[in-house]
């Protein structure tokens, strides 16, 4: 919105400084921190007021008894941080913007009725059926979207570390692309079971991707390093900021030990929107790479519940992989540590494949 004083540079040379993309995306950042920080009491009283509290379920470790009682639902903080600093910094004409904010809203809004309900008489929240259903048609809406107005790079597939799509997915975009962002959505939701270890990753994969959406979106970047230019692509840098803004900000109360979670609510949205960006971005694969560990802590999941029902055994002492490593004598805060460093060395890796290929 801040855009449009841009119109104004005419009668005042300082509004010249909105056109910026870096200028905006920067502040983008800033402003969705300060609003996730300075709100973050006030949010986490009100969350406490209603009884938002965790309860120990019997598939987490023992040592988690202990943390019942901490107000969950904590990612209407973050949801509410990104969305305000982007409605005030985003180019608001920009379709991307847009499909961007109905996925973080609507797949934040299928997580805030899963935790209402957790925290009901119905301590199961809703079932899987309307969960994924909800998840598929949200996906289904943004990526038919993205499908009719497709440009020429739409349905190819890339993969890193090569200079050409090795694939043209044609009308097989559609499921493929579906399955992507609901997989994402899941993947950090399964990750957020320690205080602070998905909100610290996310915010590596959201740096990560707003490097991307800025070279992407510039032609003679993405030229010069040989990858797909996506018109209006830049602008999801400011989006990407903003989200790791609130992320950081959320950081703060969500470090252990934790005062608040971001649940399903935070933890659907978020991998909701990072699915959706690397669609627009053409890095369908490297998503994968830039967040290893939610497809580390995802496959831990896959693993133990296939060898279970074929062996009867399981691989991991338990599933997903952080609360094994717990089991196995780590301390939590060691535990995060480690897959923040992990997840550090993953987005770097990501990053070095503009230059490797």
């Not at 009283?45 to 969950?72: F, M, N, V």
Request: proline share 3%.
């Amino acid at each position: 919105m801040l855009k449009f004083l841009f119109a104004l540079r005419g009668h005042f040379s300082f509004f010249n400084i909105f056109q910026y993309l870096t200028f905006r995306a920067a502040y983008a950042a800033i402003t969705a921190l300060l609003i996730s920080f300075l709100f973050g009491p006030w949010v986490i009283a009100r969350l406490r007021a209603i009884k938002t509290s965790w309860a120990a379920r019997e598939d987490t470790p023992q040592t988690h008894k202990a943390k019942a009682g901490t107000p969950t639902m904590g990612g209407v903080l973050i949801i509410l941080s990104f969305v305000v600093s982007v409605l005030l910094w985003q180019d608001l004409t920009n379709v991307y913007a847009w499909l961007l904010l109905f996925g973080a809203v609507g797949f934040g809004a299928i997580g805030f009725v899963d935790d209402l309900l957790k925290m009901s008489s119905r301590k199961r929240g809703i079932s899987a059926g309307v969960k994924f259903g909800g998840q598929f048609v949200i996906s289904a809406v943004i990526v038919i979207v993205l499908y009719i107005q497709r440009g020429e790079n739409t349905t190819l597939l890339y993969i890193p570390f090569l200079k050409r799509a090795v694939l043209d997915l044609s009308w097989m975009y559609i499921p493929f692309a579906v399955v992507l962002m609901v997989g994402y959505s899941n993947a950090v939701n399964l990750t957020d079971g320690l205080d602070g270890l998905a909100t610290g990753l996310v915010i590596m994969v959201g740096l990560a991707l707003a490097v991307l959406a800025y070279v992407t979106g510039r032609p003679d970047f993405a030229t010069y390093l040989q990858i797909p230019y996506v018109k209006g692509a830049g602008e999801l840098a400011v989006f990407c900021l903003a989200v790791t803004g609130a992320s950081v900000g959320f950081l703060w109360f969500n470090a252990h030990p934790a005062d608040v979670w971001m649940g399903d609510t935070g933890a659907l949205s978020l991998g909701g929107v990072m699915g959706v960006v690397a669609l627009v971005l053409k890095k369908e694969i490297l998503i994968l790479i830039l967040g290893g560990v939610f497809v580390l802590e995802t496959a831990s999941v896959a693993i133990q519940v296939v060898s279970f029902k074929l062996t009867g055994r399981r691989v991991f002492k338990m599933a997903p992989l952080h609360h094994h490593f717990e089991l196995s004598g780590w301390p939590e805060s060691k535990v995060v540590t480690r897959l923040w460093i992990l997840g550090g060395l993953f987005a770097i890796l990501g990053i070095s494949t503009l230059k490797i290929q």
